[in-house]
């Protein structure tokens, strides 16, 4: 596809440009979590976007203050063993635990899956979800006024920055830790995948099977982010992949989607990772434009949602294999902040 990325300057509308409005904004906290301290969910094959109660499945996933738990097992068969899940724990302490020890973790193939013959070794995205739950906005929970959603990409106050504190472990398992972001062409605020809907994933951690192939590649990018309180510019730091996105504003029927994945030597399997959401944005908006002739995205395109989690599969990373998956992620904080920067966000 094209060269190495480059950030937009004001005069081509970069979304984290000039003239954006200043106005300070408090954090938007969604882990820790005071409010449901050692209550525990199970999602399994059966219950894959919402818990499993005594009577089958929930309605949706808990809401926590202003977030939302997504099991969001949108790609997990039914395996070897009915009584297999996905489970997350909130701690004592507030924090949340998200695990799995599964013997088999085969694709869903069934005609009610999501998306039958998906050709990827991803099984699922436990998450904590902060917006609307595409596909489900009567059950998303209200945001916070500090940072409302849906919202016109270029209204989203400047320097949007996302900071998370966490420890992954993948033991017989391909995963990657990431933010992921949900954006679409209207001002609806029932969002639901469709032509034209962008996925933004940034990738804080990943393992070596599960990096994305070669042929995806659309170049580098330059993000500003900071490890353990420590301040990197991210000049080239980022590869930048894209799938399913064709020009003049068209994707496949669920949508398209763009990674921004830290180079392997940049990778932070624990620690606090703070990342400048804006800044993504802002080149993803300038490669859809550069390389498919879409329109301006910061005008055009809605931000309904941003998440963070882990994606998992089987270890051999085969789109079809049946193969078990072990993981865990400690998710100890996670938080969003509006009129921000990298360097001094309020977020703890």
């Not at 301290?37 to 919402?50: D, E, H, I, L, T």
């Not at 894209?242 to 994707?251: D, L, P, R």
């Not at 998710?331 to 977020?347: D, I, K, P």
Request: charged share 10%.
């Amino acid at each position: 596809m094209g060269a190495a990325l480059l950030s937009l300057a004001c005069a081509s509308g970069a979304i984290a440009a000039c003239g954006k409005s200043t106005q300070a904004h408090g954090p938007v906290t969604l882990v820790p979590s005071a409010s449901a301290q050692g209550q525990s969910w199970k999602w399994s094959p059966a219950c894959p976007f919402a818990p499993e109660t005594d009577g089958g499945c929930a309605p949706s996933g808990p809401v926590l203050g202003a977030g939302q738990l997504a099991g969001n097992e949108w790609n997990l068969g039914k395996g070897s063993s009915s009584s297999q899940s996905v489970n997350m724990t909130v701690s004592q302490a507030g924090a949340l635990q998200i695990g799995a020890d599964l013997a088999g973790a085969p694709p869903c193939t069934a005609s009610t899956c999501l998306t039958r013959q998906g050709n990827t070794w991803v099984r699922g995205f436990p998450s904590v979800l902060y917006g609307v739950d595409q596909c489900h906005a009567d059950t998303s929970p209200t945001p916070s006024p500090e940072l409302q959603l849906p919202a016109r990409v270029d209204s989203i106050p400047r320097d949007l920055i996302g900071r998370a504190t966490y420890n992954a472990h993948g033991e017989t398992v391909s995963y990657d830790v990431a933010y992921d972001l949900w954006l679409s062409p209207s001002a609806t605020e029932t969002p639901c995948q469709g032509d034209g809907t962008v996925e933004v994933m940034i990738w804080t951690d990943y393992d070596a099977q599960a990096l994305l192939p070669e042929a995806l590649k659309a170049g580098t990018t330059t993000i500003p982010y900071a490890v353990d309180g420590a301040f990197h510019p991210g000049e080239q730091a980022l590869s930048v992949y894209a799938n399913n996105i064709y020009g003049n504003g068209h994707t496949v029927p669920w949508g398209g989607t763009v990674w921004l994945v830290l180079n392997e030597p940049n990778v932070v399997k624990q620690g606090t990772v703070t990342v400048d959401i804006s800044s993504a944005l802002a080149d993803v908006g300038g490669l859809l434009q550069r390389n498919y002739g879409w329109a301006p995205f910061e005008s055009t395109y809605w931000l309904d949602t941003v998440a963070f989690g882990m994606e998992y599969g089987p270890a051999d990373a085969k789109p079809y294999s049946n193969g078990p998956a072990t993981f865990s992620l400690d998710l100890s904080s996670y938080c969003l902040q509006a009129a921000s920067t990298v360097a001094s966000t309020g977020c703890r």
